[in-house]
T-cell receptor, first 113, second 116 residues
């Protein structure tokens, strides 16, 4: 099976712009979670989607949003970018059952200038 | 809310030696999962080992084993016969088994250096 893929891998945006990141889970997986990784805050949970519904949400402002499509692919959107949004954004997929492992993608490195 | 703490920002070990990485967590839940993830320079997060809180037996995966002390809320990772490829950032993570979802709470990470 192919692993979790994230596109694009690298992105440079200007403050005030918006950005959309994409995550394709492993085939058959129905859950996709998003994490932000920064040197200062570490790894922080953004949100999780399961069968096109948001199942969990972390403590991020409303500028951060996401969605999941019927094929389980997920997108996250950040509007009105701030310098502090520069980070590695990781997504993880799992089948969705309670005991299931999560498999991470390679991440998208977002730089906001 | 659950918290995970890794008190060792950096650790180093000689190749072929054994090293132990520490992790403590705080939770009021009784049913949960604990994980160790490895993040090499490529930034790809790789699951190293997992432990179910209801299991008293410590998990092992080849050269990797854990010391799970539920009462003390401690979850350390032992790497035996360290190899150069073990050099990476290691994260301890918690996941509730009492609420739905796959949300992971991570510690700050421990950067492991393996010296030849």
């Amino acid at each position: 099976k192919a692993g979790v893929t994230q596109t694009p891998r690298y992105l440079i945006k200007t403050r005030g712009q918006q950005v959309t990141l994409s995550c394709s889970p492993i085939s058959g997986h129905r859950s996709v979670s998003w994490y932000q990784q920064t040197p200062g805050q570490g790894l922080q949970f953004l949100f999780e989607y399961f069968s096109e519904t948001q199942r969990n949400k972390g403590n991020f402002p409303g500028r951060f949003s996401g969605r999941q499509f019927s094929n389980s692919r997920s997108e996250m959107n950040v509007s009105t970018l701030e310098l502090g949004d520069s980070a590695l954004y990781l997504c993880a997929s799992s089948p969705g059952q309670e005991q299931a492992e999560q498999y991470f993608g390679p991440g998208t490195r977002l730089t906001v200038t | 809310a659950q918290t995970v703490t890794q008190s060792q920002p950096e650790m180093s070990v000689q190749e072929a030696e054994t090293v132990t990485l520490s992790c403590t967590y705080d939770t009021s839940e009784s049913d949960y999962y604990l994980f160790w993830y490895k993040q090499p320079p490529s930034r790809q997060m790789i699951l190293v080992i997992r432990q179910e809180a209801y299991k008293q037996q410590n998990a092992t995966e080849n050269r990797f084993s854990v010391n799970f002390q539920k009462a003390a809320k401690s979850f350390s990772l032992k790497i035996s016969d360290s190899q150069l490829g073990d050099a990476a950032m290691y994260f301890c993570a918690y996941r509730s088994a009492e609420t739905s979802g796959s949300r992971l709470t991570f510690g700050e990470g421990t950067q492991l250096t393996v010296n030849p």
